[in-house]
């Protein structure tokens, strides 16, 4: 079974600074994909953004962009010019390649992240 | 406007009540899903289905039924809820199963069972 680890509960951030978000995962897959997904304080599951396992460049949207490292299992979050908006819980998830039977995502225990004026 | 709509947001019940939480969605996906949100274990699913008539359990099915008589709905029923499923529920569909596709979430449903 797949794990996902986030291992920073809380952080905070000044306003347009810069903040990284790790997450780390465990699995014997060689094919995967990975998210990450924001809570805003409305609760609304919102994507952020996605890579696939078998893509060596990290994916952007932009101020968000990632760091994916395969061997060392970690994907971690970056988010540039921090605005007040970004302020959520941020939640890291596994997810194995279609086919591979049920469709589920794995979500770790989620980061909370509060940008400060 | 596409959308996954999830009723009610609310609801405080007492055990042993049966309940339905009702998801439904506007973008005709095949496949849709219920997780439950809880502090400190992030978000894990209870069931999922395919598409129409098929359903399958997922991480945290004890205590939950679903049905998908219809493409658009999947609705949620707690048959005797218990204290231990107070939670915040989210149901999420996609146009097909595979992390290819999106997944959209409801707004949520905060449970509270006295």
């Known amino acids: 079974a797949q794990t996902v680890t986030q291992s920073q509960p809380e952080m905070s951030v000044q306003e347009a600074e810069t903040v990284t978000l790790s997450c780390t995962y465990d699995t014997s897959e060689n094919n995967y994909y990975l998210f990450w997904y924001k809570q805003p304080p409305s609760r609304q599951m919102i994507l952020v953004i996605r890579?696939?396992?078998?893509?060596?460049q990290n994916a952007t949207e932009n101020r968000f962009s990632v760091n994916f490292q395969k061997a060392a299992k970690s994907f971690s979050l970056k988010i540039s010019d921090s605005q007040l908006g970004d302020t959520a819980m941020y939640f890291c998830a596994f997810s194995p390649p279609s086919g591979a039977g049920s469709y589920q995502l794995t979500f770790g225990k989620g980061t909370k992240l509060s940008v400060i004026p | 406007e596409a959308q996954v709509t999830q009723n009610p947001r609310y609801l405080i019940t007492v055990t042993g009540k049966k309940l339905t939480v009702t998801c439904s969605q506007n973008?005709?996906?095949?496949?849709m899903s219920w997780y439950r949100q809880d502090p400190g274990l992030g978000l894990r699913q209870i069931y999922y289905s395919m598409n129409v008539e098929v359903t399958d359990k997922g991480d945290v099915p004890e205590g939950y039924k679903v049905s998908r008589k219809e493409k658009r709905n999947f609705p949620l029923i707690l048959e005797s809820p218990s204290p231990n499923q107070t939670s915040l529920y989210f149901c999420a569909s996609s146009l097909g199963a595979g992390p290819h596709y999106e997944q959209y979430f409801g707004p949520g449903t905060r449970l509270t069972v006295t």
């Open positions: 890579q696939e396992a078998y893509k060596q």
């Open positions: 973008m005709n996906h095949e496949y």
